[in-house]
């Protein structure tokens, strides 16, 4: 009787702590927080070991991208993931930035058209690409017909010389 | 640290806890910090357990409130709250929760019917959850798979990300490292589970279950950003030919091997067999299926052989969207009047698609042929097995998955070539004796993917799990 009272008492101190232990979880905001580890989680793409299917969609990634860092001087959010002395370390950094960017203008604005240019450039020899690659898959494709209407052609002439045999041999 | 060591010093923690109640807690808290990461849930569960077993330790709730928070305070509160659900499964208190994931849970698939029929197994012993991120009815899956789920729950999550940017489908390819993993909701939801299986083999989802499994049906995308495959404990794969690019694209073993569930559990009856050739396929946008190839091959052997081809004629079944440029294109192929005997049956009922496969003689399937993908060749092939139940001779594209089930010549015919799947049709329909030897042989070695044998191979993989996860073996 006493085993009983214990076990439920067990069982009910269990249920109210798995509440408590869902309530802290909400709390946590990430995967790694939730059970203090860190987590590996992006690995390189070996480019080598790609199909062609694969390489395109890793070529369009890429290529957006580069796409979206064209502008070196689109403004960046500055933050700082300091607690208490955060708020201190933006209005230093804004402070900065404010006073080096004006000098760098120059030379980021050149570095941006550099940036357009070249992402132009890649895209142009992706298209490039593209278009070479269809043309020799239609090419392929065309050839692999013309083998298979060829094979069945030889099967029918073959068919057909045995069928005439055989006629010529009954009569 | 041997396991011996590992008991006495539980055991050493099980006396402190009853004669220096006080001293319990900072004893742990220095054992968390000089311990092994990786060994400290262990250690844990084998005190929590003992403490209970005990019996003669006092306050046992203010033990227990401190020992859970020591745990979420030394390895997370995910880790404190998996000890806290791996003591209440293994000591009765209720039954183990497994959560199924499938983010195409909403669209009608093999992979789907997979995961469905993987919890109608389970949903006696397990309290299941199936987890999706759109809306699903029971009645849905019923329709679809012929499956009474009404034991299991289903729970949507959304995933803001794709919701808040309206994608049609939920696509794991456009997740990059340079945003935030969109799947961390269900990362979060996997936590809420003793064991969650993810079966849209979504590499992105992190598991937090005390167990985990990844059914892969073909690894779609390599290791890049958010790759979490190698964190599951087991890894579950459809066929040999899954495995093989499970190795080559995620660099990892596969655990276990599953075929999938095909056809009924039951026998039935079938009607006489009529001059048919079938093909049931999805007519996929891109043609993956090859069905239109399969009308010119039944083309030219009826023009070319018109004395063999008397009476025969090709059905090709399949579901298809609305709008289907490649339907169209097959369409006006027959329109121009060349493809005689040619029948096209669309979006038909299931109970139409059976009676197709119980009529038909002969099943070709193409899928692979002239492919350099191995994304688009058969990972398995079910509508095969299938209509191997049903007594059907396949003669099919030899790669893929489709190896596995057709042996050449004694349950049907594998074809390389157009030449050699020309040569072996028209073996078939010239030779009685040979289609009735391999019918029987395909009926045989069809019956080896049934229902019931998936079932009875998922309830071995589970009873495994519960024994090596939720079993009191002293210490791990």
Redesign the interface.
């Given at each position: 009787m006493k085993d009983n009272t214990r076990e439920a008492e067990i069982r009910q101190k269990l249920s109210s702590l798995r509440e408590e232990l869902m309530r802290q979880k909400e709390q946590v905001r990430g995967i790694a927080d939730l059970v203090k580890k860190e987590i590996e989680a992006h690995y390189d793409v070996e480019l080598s070991e790609l199909s062609g299917k694969e390489l395109d969609q890793e070529m369009g990634m890429l290529l957006t991208s580069l796409n979206e860092d064209i502008d070196c001087l689109s403004p960046q959010k500055i933050t700082s993931h300091r607690k208490i002395i955060g708020t201190f370390i933006v209005l230093a950094k804004k402070k900065t930035i404010g006073i080096i960017l004006p000098l760098l203008r120059v030379f980021l604005e050149k570095q941006r058209r550099f940036n357009e240019s070249a992402v132009r450039f890649q895209l142009a020899s992706f298209i490039r690409h593209r278009k070479i690659e269809q043309r020799l898959e239609a090419i392929e494709k065309k050839v692999m017909e013309v083998e298979d209407r060829q094979d069945a052609l030889l099967e029918a002439v073959r068919f057909l010389s045995e069928r005439s045999g055989e006629n010529d041999s009954e009569k | 640290m041997t396991q011996k060591n590992n008991e006495a010093r539980v055991k050493r923690l099980v006396d402190l806890a009853r004669t220096s109640p006080r001293n319990l807690l900072p004893s742990v808290n220095k054992m968390c910090k000089r311990e092994n990461?990786d060994q400290i849930p262990g250690l844990l569960l084998s005190l929590v357990t003992g403490l209970?077993e005990d019996?003669r330790v006092k306050k046992?709730?203010h033990v227990?409130?401190g020992l859970?928070q020591t745990a979420?305070e030394?390895?997370?509160?995910?880790?404190?709250?998996n000890l806290?659900?791996r003591?209440?499964v293994m000591r009765g208190?209720r039954k183990p929760r497994i959560g199924i994931y499938d983010h195409t849970l909403h669209l009608i698939g093999g992979g789907q019917k997979y995961g469905c029929t993987l919890a109608y197994a389970l949903q006696d012993e397990f309290d299941i959850t199936l987890i999706a991120n759109r809306e699903v009815t029971h009645q849905e899956l019923k329709d679809w798979y012929d499956l009474d789920l009404a034991r299991c729950r289903i729970k949507r999550v959304e995933l803001p990300f794709f919701e808040n940017q309206n994608f049609p489908e939920i696509d794991p390819?456009v997740v990059?490292?340079?945003i935030m993993?969109p799947f961390?909701p269900i990362?979060?939801e996997s936590?809420?589970y003793d064991i969650f299986v993810n079966n849209s083999m979504l590499e992105k989802v992190?598991p937090?279950s005390n167990a985990s499994v990844m059914i892969c049906h073909f690894p779609e995308r390599?290791?890049?950003?958010?790759?979490?495959a190698d964190?599951y404990t087991y890894i579950v794969y459809n066929s040999l030919y899954t495995a093989e690019w499970i190795r080559?694209k995620w660099k990892i073993e596969p655990t276990t091997h599953i075929y999938p569930p095909v056809g009924p559990s039951s026998s039935f009856s079938l009607p006489e067999k009529e001059k048919m050739i079938l093909s049931a396929a999805r007519f996929e946008i891109g043609g993956s299926k090859q069905q239109l190839e399969m009308v010119k091959v039944f083309e030219?052997l009826s023009r070319?052989?018109p004395e063999e081809l008397k009476g025969w004629r090709l059905v090709l079944v399949g579901g298809s969207p609305r709008e289907n440029p490649y339907l169209e294109k097959i369409k006006k192929y027959l329109s121009s009047g060349t493809g005689k005997n040619i029948e096209l049956r669309i979006n038909i009922p299931l109970n139409e698609l059976e009676s197709n496969y119980r009529k038909a003689t002969i099943f070709w399937h193409f899928c692979g042929l002239?492919q350099?993908?191995?994304?688009l060749v058969e990972h398995f092939g079910m509508s095969i097995a299938e209509a191997m139940q049903n007594r059907c001779v396949p003669v099919v594209f030899n790669g893929g998955g489709q190896r596995e089930i057709v042996e050449q010549g004694v349950s049907g015919f594998l074809f390389s070539?157009?030449?050699e799947l020309?040569?072996r049709t028209l073996e078939l329909l010239r030779d009685d004796h040979l289609r009735h030897t391999l019918s029987r042989g395909a009926y045989a070695r069809g019956m080896q993917f049934t229902r019931d044998a998936f079932i009875a191979r998922m309830k071995t993989l589970f009873e495994q799990i519960m024994d090596a996860h939720f079993v009191n073996k002293g210490e791990e």
């Open positions: - | 990461r209970i019996g046992i709730d227990l409130t859970f979420a030394n390895c997370g509160v995910q880790t404190a709250y806290l659900s003591v209440e208190y390819l990059t490292r340079r993993n961390d990362s979060r936590g809420n992190y937090l390599r290791r890049s950003s958010y790759f979490y964190h080559k030219a070319t052989f002239h350099s993908d191995p994304a070539s157009r030449k020309e040569a």
